[in-house]
């Protein structure tokens, strides 16, 4: 496929992706999502005065008691957006509905993002524009980034973040050198999951370890080795310093906590200690032990998790058809099996093992985070909490699959077409039998 019609077709699926977000956030009414009604009063707080809230503003607060406000936390980078956005809209219109939809917008705009960064990472990897535009697509239209793309939250900003610091790790692992462009894309990651949501804090980890790792082999080849060392840390330190800190240092100044997660359950326990009921249970809490929570209710945990992960709409309670979990599913465990399959013929570079070992870690950490909360903190099993594991999944699919039709080009072509008929129809189907009738 030409370059020029390979970029007509990005901007032609990008739009669809766009189409498909807005036409899903016009439909989904307001607090018809997980988290959505505290979300956005902090967009609103911001749009209405100009300035970040705190935990204790009445206004971030949940109507209902337990002192529940995420001002308390430094992730800032979405509602900000939604803010600006809402101040954009407000010039030609201040209803309620059009306010949402500008908020929402930002979680649109991060879907469409973070399905062209993973196409981006799949042509890095495979060469071939027709895995790129089938990545777009595949990522695009998942049925949970659908859904997250469609209302205020901060997982999807999150999504964007970790695909941006795994592309980074992709490109100078194949290119197997680390130069000061590959150093502001790597901050321009940090500063999204960083600010944009606690849960991908795992793979800010392992990409600054992966980090140190490049630049160190790559100035070997230098001979002011540690000068070039030093000045790429500067480089990432300096724009994180200026960028990210000051959200930390306001949240430490105000509550004694750089994250705020601490502020967040210590105001909670108060509201208890007030008299109030607990909203934040833990599977240990109902006296559960490890194996009684991953089995508990019928095995809820990892069902929940694994079809939310997939895709669970509304509060959790719009759950899909078991031949669609299977469809999707099955599609993405195959690839990620083709590709474990072909990678193991394949001798790993030290610059290829690092990036696996880094991406691994990230995954693994993200994991254990997730099931550590829902057993000590809160019960959660829901898959958006570990949607950042889709990126690398989705990286091994589409290679696993690029892999094994390689060498049949007229097949890769068939598999291209009838994969963007399957994935269009079953949007359609989707958002027709699960959001717009329910």
């Known amino acids: 496929m030409k370059r020029r019609s390979s970029q007509l077709f990005i901007v032609l699926l990008s739009m669809v992706l766009f189409v498909t977000y807005l036409i899903w956030a016009i ?7 997980p988290d959505e009604y505290l979300r956005y009063k902090i967009p609103m707080f911001i749009y209405k005065h100009g300035y970040l809230p705190t935990g204790y503003d009445a206004e971030t607060l949940f109507d209902r008691g337990g002192n529940w406000s995420y001002g308390f936390y430094s992730q800032f980078l979405a509602p900000l957006f939604s803010a600006l956005f809402m101040k954009v809209t407000s010039l030609f219109s201040q209803s309620d509905q059009a306010l949402l939809l500008s908020a929402r917008f930002t979680s649109i705009v991060s879907g469409i993002l973070t399905a062209n960064v993973v196409a981006l990472s799949v042509l890095r990897i495979t060469k071939s524009e027709y895995f790129r535009l089938l990545t777009i697509l595949f990522v695009g239209l998942w049925p949970q980034i659908i859904f997250l793309s469609s209302y205020v939250n901060n997982d999807i900003i999150g999504l964007l973040g970790v695909a941006l610091v795994i592309d980074v790790i992709v490109k100078t692992s194949i290119s197997r050198k680390w130069t000061y462009f590959d150093t502001l894309y790597l901050a321009l990651g940090f500063i999204v999951c960083l600010l944009g949501y606690i849960n991908t804090y795992g793979f800010v980890l392992f990409a600054g370890l992966y980090f140190l790792f490049a630049i160190n082999n790559t100035s070997k080849l230098n001979k002011n080795n540690l000068v070039t060392i030093a000045k790429h840390c500067f480089l990432l330190s300096i724009i994180l310093i200026v960028i990210v800190a000051p959200f930390f240092i306001r949240n430490f100044l105000l509550y004694g906590d750089f994250f705020g997660s601490s502020a ?15 909203m934040l249970n833990g599977a240990v809490s109902y006296g559960r032990n490890f194996v009684e929570f991953l ?8 069902v929940w998790t694994w079809q ?14 078991d031949f669609l979990y299977n469809a999707y599913w099955y599609s993405l465990i195959l690839g990620v099996i083709l590709s474990m399959y072909y990678s193991i013929k394949k001798k790993l570079s030290v610059w290829s093992f690092s990036a696996h070992l880094s991406i691994a870690g990230s995954m693994l950490l993200t994991v254990l985070l997730h099931v550590y909360r829902s057993y000590f903190t809160d019960y959660q099993p829901q898959g958006r909490y570990i949607i950042g594991l889709f990126v690398p999944l989705c990286l091994m699919m589409m290679f696993g699959y690029y892999s094994l039709l390689k060498k049949y080009p007229k097949v890769q072509r068939l598999v291209f077409s009838l994969s963007v008929c399957l994935l269009v129809a079953s949007s359609i189907h989707i958002y027709k039998i699960y959001i717009y009738d329910s």
Do not use: C
């Not at 967040?264 to 607990?278: L, P, T, V, Y």
């Not at 508990?296 to 990892?302: A, G, K």
């Not at 939310?308 to 058809?321: A, D, H, K, N």
């Open 295 to 302: 089995t508990w209710r019928n095995y809820d945990f990892i």
């Open 27 to 33: 439909t989904i009414p307001f607090d018809g999502a």
């Open 308 to 321: 939310s992960f997939i895709g669970r709409f509304s509060y959790m309670s719009l759950v899909l058809s």
């Open 264 to 278: 967040f359950e210590a105001a909670h326990q108060k509201w208890i200690e007030q008299g109030g009921e607990s």
